[in-house]
T-cell receptor, first 114, second 114 residues
């Protein structure tokens, strides 16, 4: 069974800090995603990566960057955290050209920026 | 472009009563359709999916959904809900021709009343 692991369930950071959210998947998936989930707004795509060192901006990339140095690991970086980045962050993965397959999600990281 | 509309943000229903969660979509390309469930403090997991063939699809935990092409709908139903069905439900479409185009609805929170 596919497992997507997010390293932290809860994080509390201060405004201006650099924040790293880590995600690891164990099914050799090419595609990995970072979403942000806010009440009433559903899931919004921040960044998408389709291979090592390859990335594309999603719908709300401002204030975020990503890193994919290894196939199994996809990191989301908040260069200078702000209070409006307080949210639930979800990582997901899926194989290449498998649009018929569901996304496999981690359990999420709830980030609070004070 | 694709869009997904979940018409109800919250649905209260008594235990053992039937429930329908509505989902309508629009798309300029062919899509696959998914319903995901998110239990409190967890990531999303697949409930069911429609790829092709029979328009009535069955998923886990007694849920089913019907694809209606003419109405561009994919409503989720369960004949008798249980307290354990308390969760948020997301409808999603995945474009056939793009790995990154997965659009989620804003979610419907299902409240089970005793």
């Amino acid at each position: 069974d596919v497992k997507v692991t997010q390293s932290s369930r809860y994080l509390v950071k201060r405004t201006g800090e650099k924040v790293f959210l880590e995600c690891v998947q164990d099914m050799d998936h090419e595609n990995m995603f970072w979403y942000r989930q806010d009440p009433g707004l559903g899931l919004r795509l921040i960044y998408f990566s389709y291979d090592v060192k390859m990335k594309e901006k999603g719908d709300i990339p401002e204030g975020y960057s990503v890193s994919r140095e290894k196939k199994e690991r996809f990191s989301l970086i908040l260069e200078s955290a702000s209070t409006n980045q307080t949210s639930m962050y979800l990582c997901a993965s899926r194989g290449r050209n498998q649009q018929y397959s569901p996304l496999h999600f981690g359990n999420g990281t709830r980030l609070t920026v004070t | 472009a694709q869009s997904v509309t979940q018409l109800d943000s919250q649905v209260p229903v008594f235990e053992e009563a039937p429930v329908e969660l509505r989902c309508n979509y629009s798309s300029s390309v062919s899509v696959y359709l998914f319903w995901y469930v998110q239990y409190p403090n967890q990531g999303l997991q697949l409930l069911l999916k429609y790829l092709s063939g029979s328009t009535l699809v069955k998923g886990i935990n007694g849920f089913e959904a019907e694809f209606n092409k003419s109405q561009t709908s994919f409503h989720l139903r369960k004949p008798s809900v249980h307290i354990s069905d308390t969760a948020e439900y997301f409808c999603a479409v995945s474009a056939l021709n793009r790995d990154d185009k997965i659009i989620f609805g804003k979610g419907t929170r299902l409240h089970i009343l005793p």
